[in-house]
């Protein structure tokens, strides 16, 4: 199922319920879930909340070459609207302005840390592998090293695959 229409919707105001949005899903990650990070802590008050943190010169180096420039390109008009209207609405960024998307950058990891309660929250580097998370989570850490995936080379190559199609 297709759920832009309601991030889109979410963007512009309009929350989904989330307990009933998030039925059958076991976590949400990244994009664009990460967006919504205070409302659907609000809602689900059992959940953990990781805040996956890097150093800041390392974000923008890394969303700069990928995601700010896949922004645009994106085939879908459906991802494109949402995509807009979270950065419109949600992220505070400006995408050319590197000072200033550095700072929102760090701005919103203060932000969390500050609302979420500390017994909530996990602070994560995906340097440190599985650790922290399966910790957190009571979970068993697997017997296989931490996958490294989604590298800068892999997403520009998936953004060049997806202009062609």
Request: aromatic share 10%; hydrophobic share 45%.
């Amino acid at each position: 199922m297709d759920h832009c229409p309601v991030w889109t919707a979410a963007a512009k105001g309009t929350m989904p319920d989330w307990n009933e949005f998030l039925t059958g899903y076991g976590s949400a990650v990244d994009w664009p879930s990460a967006a919504f990070w205070k409302e659907m802590s609000d809602a689900l008050p059992d959940a953990i909340v990781i805040l996956s943190v890097r150093d800041t010169q390392e974000w923008w180096d890394s969303a700069h070459s990928t995601i700010f420039q896949a922004i645009g390109r994106m085939p879908d008009p459906n991802w494109q609207a949402m995509i807009q209207a979270i950065f419109a609405t949600r992220t505070h960024i400006d995408m050319l302005d590197e000072e200033q998307a550095k700072a929102a950058f760090d701005e919103h990891n203060e932000s969390v840390k500050a609302y979420v309660a500390p017994e909530r929250l996990v602070i994560w580097n995906a340097k440190d592998g599985w650790a922290p998370l399966c910790n957190a989570l009571g979970v068993p850490i697997p017997d296989e090293p931490f996958p490294k995936t989604n590298t800068r080379a892999e997403f520009i190559q998936r953004i060049r695959d997806r202009a062609t199609q």
